[in-house]
């Protein structure tokens, strides 16, 4: 049986949270130019029960760079999530994906950076092994107090990909180090 189509639909307010970090966060996410990503979220299908990837940034390439150069559109990057996982985290957790997602945007476009562990040792610096299993108790990327990330741990811009994973949660078996892939960055 032929797989469904993915259908998408722009997450505006994920573009404003991709804006409001770049704002905040200017010496950690510095190679990334909000015009350049959109958000895009799937509506027809769902997240696999076994999947953990909770979204993925894709490099625009190919076909579809020179249709958007053609076009004018500045867009670079897509980061693809589920509306279904979306319409339930907490703010927090939409904030920390997002975050996370931006890291992979390498400063040179059209390519991405893989990561520096099983996630950014920055961000587990500051938010912890766990994150993205915290939810509401996560602390908020856009809250009262900007969260003080270790810049000397920032993900090399020299080692990049064109695939990354993120596990959903930490893992208790060390995995072989990750080839560079030419697939997109996934969070989770």
């Known amino acids: 049986m032929a797989q469904k189509e993915k259908v998408y639909s722009q997450v505006e307010e994920a573009e ?6 770049c704002k905040v966060y200017p010496d950690e996410l510095w190679p990334v130019r909000p015009d350049n990503v959109v958000v895009l979220g799937i509506e ?3 997240r ?4 953990k990837t909770l979204a993925k940034v894709i490099p625009i390439k190919g076909a579809e760079k020179a249709v958007f ?8 990057y897509i980061i693809e999530l589920y509306w279904s996982d979306w319409n ?4 927090a957790v939409k904030e920390a994906i997002i975050f996370h997602e931006l890291l992979h945007i390498d400063p040179e476009i059209g390519k991405t950076i893989r990561h520096d562990c099983e996630d950014f040792r920055m961000m587990i610096d ?6 993205s ?4 108790s996560l602390p908020r990327l856009l809250g009262d107090e900007k969260i003080k990330f270790n810049l000397d741990l920032r993900p090399s811009v ?9 596990p959903e949660g930490p893992k208790e078996e060390k995995e072989e180090e990750e080839k560079p892939t030419e697939d997109a960055d996934e969070l989770f």
């Open 44 to 46: 027809n299908k769902e």
């Open 133 to 136: 299993s915290k939810g509401d």
């Open 48 to 51: 696999g029960e076994k999947s």
């Open 69 to 76: 150069q053609i076009n004018n559109v500045p867009v670079r």
């Open 88 to 91: 339930v985290w907490c703010m």
């Open 126 to 131: 500051a938010m912890g092994v766990d994150w």
């Open 158 to 166: 020299t080692e990049t990909a064109e695939g990354d994973e993120i």
């Open 16 to 21: 404003e949270i991709v804006k409001e970090l």
